[in-house]
């Protein structure tokens, strides 16, 4: 049974895709499944403009969840575009701790800038997830080709495998 984290990061706790992929996954392995929310008050792009304020630093937030959540077999993220930065950021702290944590990606912006996402995680859902995620942990648990997971892509071989997308719910 593989040790599965899942990670909301974003300036709320509303978080609602979120939640429903966290249920489907804690049904299926009530056992192994954690959920984490790391909520950020992030100052917006707009008043960082308007008062010339630097990008926020959190950077000793950053490794003090990453050493929480590390310790999975998979380490799923759902964020928007805005926490791009900070996920990206937490992505290095992990594999810096446990280089053999799978590293998902999830949520807004792996749908919309999905060529950005791919480049920092092992795998991203680029449409709705709930079905899919399920899909590629079982392939995941039971050491099949989970690469055929639809809406998903990968990194392999140097490469990147885009799978078609399931029908919208």
């Given amino acids: 049974m593989p040790k599965i ?3 909301s990061v974003e300036d709320g ?3 609602l895709g979120f939640r429903k992929i966290a249920g489907v996954v804690n049904d299926f392995y009530p056992d192994s499944t954690n ?3 790391v909520p950020l008050n992030r100052t917006s792009l707009l008043q960082r403009i308007v008062t010339q304020q630097a990008e926020d630093n959190y950077e000793p937030y950053i ?6 959540i590390a310790q999975a077999d998979v380490v ?3 964020s928007m575009s805005d926490y791009a930065q900070f996920v990206r950021d937490l992505i290095v702290a992990i594999r810096r ?3 053999t944590a799978y590293i998902v ?3 807004v912006h792996s749908i919309i800038v999905p060529d950005d996402a ?3 995680a092992d795998a991203i859902c680029t449409g709705e997830g709930e079905f899919a995620f399920k899909t590629f942990l079982e392939l995941f648990k039971s050491g099949k080709d989970y690469t055929i997971t639809p809406s998903f892509w990968f990194q392999k071989n140097n490469s990147i495998i885009k799978n078609r997308h399931l029908p919208l719910m």
């Fill in 76 to 78: 799923a993220f759902s």
């Fill in 13 to 15: 706790l509303i978080a």
């Fill in 97 to 99: 701790i446990n280089s």
């Fill in 105 to 107: 990606w999830g949520g």
């Fill in 118 to 120: 791919i480049k920092h």
């Fill in 35 to 37: 959920s984490y929310y």
């Fill in 63 to 68: 490794e003090s969840v990453a050493a929480e």
């Fill in 5 to 7: 984290n899942l990670v």
